[in-house]
């Protein structure tokens, strides 16, 4: 049985596969193939924040293979407080064939997991959010043909999605360059882990936007405060003012360019309007590629 935590827990040679079988999945729902190879199994979501990508992909995605969900609000359901995190899991992984978690700590996913007998997947910590990644990766191969070679600027705070979409890029082949201010940038424990488990992966950490995007093919950004740091966002806003992904930025990237978003976005705040409604943006094809690579995955873990 595997679990879906980390992207730093999964090989190359896995994502490849994995995202292969999610664009297989996409072309065959564009031609009306809905086949339920998971007929009758049943996803269990916990999440302790709000969701809207993460929650109806994955509740989606089990119903398009045939499958059922189930949805259970963190907070409502007291996971770690009504009772412990290992009773929670030893209990809920009998009754489904494998749980989501969205969790403050990552350490609640990774207790979860190491009591569970069925295999969870990890929708958004204060970690990492690889689900996202795998998404990204996806709308990156549709976008460029070939994730390899490839050159991601990650502009703004070096978070959860930024850490998931490191290493994927690492993983793929493709130069990541993180451009923070000081003191936002990968904390040394993930950097140590990091070259560790992808020692061929080109991670840069060069702070200025305006240089890091000269040659850019994948402009990201996401929010300054994350969910759990809205007592940061004033400070954040403050600290982050000149990371704002804008035209006036997007004149220095060179033409093909694109620009990538997790979402939500804070308009107007880490990306303008102009920029996230722009020709250049794929914020929402992406957005929808959440759905097929979730898939590819739940058909990997479940069969
Ligand atoms: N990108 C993402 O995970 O979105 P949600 O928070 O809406 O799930
Ligand atoms: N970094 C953001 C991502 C939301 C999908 C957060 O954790 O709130």
Known sequence: MRHFLDLL??????????????????AGQERGQRKPVL??????????KPSLRTRVSFQTAIAQLGGASVFLPGNETGLGSRESVPDFARTMSQYVDAVVLRTFSHQTIETFAAHATCPVINGLSDYSHPCQALGDLLTMQEVFGD??????????????VARSLAVGCGKL?????????????????????YRQQVPQGELLMNGEPAHAVAKA????????????????RDERRRQFASYQVNGALMALAP???????????????????????????????QAGNRMHAQKALLKWLLT
């Open 39 to 48: 007929l009758g199994r049943v996803l269990g979501l916990v999440f302790e």
């Open 147 to 160: 994730v390899a070679g490839r050159t991601v600027v990650f502009v703004g705070d070096g978070n959860n």
């Open 9 to 26: 827990d999964v090989s190359r040679d896995e994502i490849v596969h994995l995202l292969h079988e999610a664009a297989e999945l996409k």
């Open 173 to 193: 082949g493709a130069k990541f360059i993180l451009a923070a201010p000081a003191g936002y940038g990968f904390d040394e424990p993930f950097l140590r882990v």
């Open 217 to 232: 093919d994948v402009i990201y950004t996401d929010v300054w405060a994350s969910m759990g740091q809205e007592a940061e």
């Open 255 to 285: 033409k093909h360019a694109r620009v990538m978003h997790c979402l939500p976005a804070h308009r107007e705040e880490e990306v303008t309007s102009e920029v996230l409604d722009g020709d250049r943006s794929v914020v929402f094809q």
